[in-house]
């Protein structure tokens, strides 16, 4: 048998659905669905920054810094031994701030 892959084809859902004037009446039939919805609420949950947090604990364990890691002198972050690219008058620098 010969298909005609020009027609438009329909398959089991679009047989199903029910047609736009059917879909329209519907949604007359159940008026309006607007919901009230007051910002102070929505904004109840929401963390500003700046906020205070003196009150909050820290949720996890921070060790102290280790025999084979250094703090670099510009972003004063802690980093492995390996990563250290200068060593200037007692400042250490690491690769990213190089």
Do not use: W
């Not at 920054?49 to 810094?65: K, M």
Request: overall charge negative.
């Amino acid at each position: 048998m010969a298909t005609d892959y020009d027609s438009p084809r329909k398959t089991d859902e679009d047989i199903n659905e029910d047609s736009l004037q059917e879909l329209q009446a519907r949604r007359v039939d159940k008026g309006t669905g607007t919901i009230d919805i007051d910002p102070d609420e929505v904004a109840e949950g929401m963390e500003l920054p700046g906020a205070d947090l003196s009150g909050e604990e820290l949720a996890v364990r921070v060790l102290p810094r280790q025999a084979d890691e250094f703090t670099c002198s510009r972003c004063f972050l802690v980093h492995h031994r390996s990563q250290l690219a200068q060593q200037r008058a007692g400042q250490l620098v690491c690769k990213e701030c190089a």
